[in-house]
């Protein structure tokens, strides 16, 4: 798991904004963005990007997986990331990926 400053931030304004929607408190939030921190590698993504998605809060999460050459791509909004425009990442949600870390051979 890799993590950089912009997609920290992007799970920081969402989760504290979803947090009563979702029952959890800042508190919760705060020690679960932590939690992520302690276990990710840091990753420092370059000034250069040329956009490609359709919704722009979703670009720090593709130059990441990108740059970081990280394998695959985990989340719930796989249409927001379309394969044509990002060949080289396998987009899965986390039920699939979840099954590939069951079935994979140590």
């Not at 950089?4 to 904004?17: A, I, P």
């Not at 695959?72 to 060949?87: A, E, G, S």
């Amino acid at each position: 798991m890799v993590i950089g400053n912009t997609v920290l931030s992007e799970y920081d304004e969402v989760l504290k904004r979803e947090c009563p929607a979702i029952g959890i408190s800042l508190e919760t939030v705060d020690r679960y963005l932590d939690a992520i921190c302690a276990r990710a590698s840091f990753f420092k993504t370059s000034a250069f990007w040329k956009p490609a998605l359709p919704d722009p809060d979703d670009e720090a999460f593709a130059q990441l997986a990108l740059e970081a050459k990280v394998g695959y791509l985990v989340t719930h909004n796989q249409r927001h990331f379309p394969t044509d425009r990002l060949p080289a990442l396998k987009i899965t949600s986390p039920k699939e990926f979840l099954h590939i870390l069951q079935t994979a051979k140590p």
